[in-house]
């Protein structure tokens, strides 16, 4: 019973193994823990859930590049005057 | 048939990858003026290794790659000062979220649902500021790892070696910035 108390407790090591396995493969000792808390912690299920929808969510932000920022033109023209300098030199 | 090489052509740089590579660097480094000089430093390098380019891949790939290099050393840079101090209050925070005794959630701070969970992220522009401003508001050497990780999509021992890092600190920089970043999330959800 005490074993068990120690898996179905344990939401600090079930999310670190949560976050494994969205990375990693899982030993065979790490899977059964994981699917024996998961079956009884909801609040551990939701938590999946959401990790791995974040990391959808950060992959998609960055890869579709939509981003805003900007250099400002003078910052620009400076540079490419900086790069023709130097191409100049030689 | 002869395969096709990629010419480089610094006249065309700035108008044609400034803003791709200053955004890149933005993305993982949290500082404008650092990420603008980055952007500069790329360029210079690579007119000094123009020569070494073989037109394998793309002129951005190339300068890309070159950024990249830069960002890994400044977060090597980094990391080399934060392990210790960065690790150790990792693990000091972890007691708010999980009880010291047995692991389990603190009531008060165990995930709830909240908008994430029907969430479509096609529909969403103002959830991108707030996931950036969460992801910002980590660690120097978390964001690295996590960037690293999810963006980059380096392999674990790629990055542990790039950072100096042992493999358990890996996993508990990625457990921690992940329930931080959940939790950002959570509270600061429109």
């Not at chain 1, 912690?41 to 938590?47: D, I, N, P, T």
């Not at chain 1, 969510?57 to 005057?81: A, E, I």
Request: aromatic content about 8%.
């Amino acid at each position: 019973m005490e074993a068990l108390k120690k898996i179905t407790h344990n939401c600090k090591h079930a999310t670190l193994l949560i976050e494994k396995k969205l990375i990693a493969r899982l030993t065979l000792r790490e899977k059964v823990f994981l699917r024996i808390h998961l079956f009884g912690c909801g609040v551990c299920r939701l938590y999946q859930q959401q990790t791995g929808k974040i990391n959808e969510m950060v992959r998609q932000l960055f890869h579709s590049s939509v981003q805003d920022v900007k250099l400002d033109d003078n910052f620009k023209k400076d540079l490419q005057d900086r790069i023709e300098e130097e191409l100049n030199k030689n | 048939m002869t395969a096709e090489t990629n010419k480089l052509d610094p006249h065309q740089w700035v108008q044609a990858h400034a803003d791709y590579l200053y955004s890149y660097a933005r993305a993982r480094i949290n500082d404008e003026e650092q990420a603008r000089d980055l952007v500069q430093e790329t360029f210079l390098a690579a007119l000094e290794k123009s020569k070494s380019f073989e037109g394998r891949s793309s002129e951005r790939t190339w300068l890309t790659a070159i950024l990249r290099n830069k960002i890994i050393d400044i977060y090597r840079k980094k990391s080399s000062k934060l392990v210790a101090t960065d690790v150790l209050q990792a693990e000091e925070e972890q007691a708010d979220f999980f009880n010291p005794e047995d692991g389990h959630w603190n009531s008060q701070r165990a995930p709830q649902p909240f908008g994430i969970d029907d969430y479509d992220p096609l529909a969403g522009k103002e959830f991108n500021q707030i996931l950036m401003k969460c992801m910002q508001k980590l660690p120097a050497l978390w964001m690295s790892v996590f960037t690293m990780k999810h963006i980059d999509e380096e392999t674990t021992d790629v990055i542990c070696a790039e950072l100096k890092l042992t493999s358990s600190n890996f996993w508990v920089i990625i457990h921690r910035t992940k329930l931080n970043l959940r939790a950002c999330l959570q509270k600061n959800w429109i």
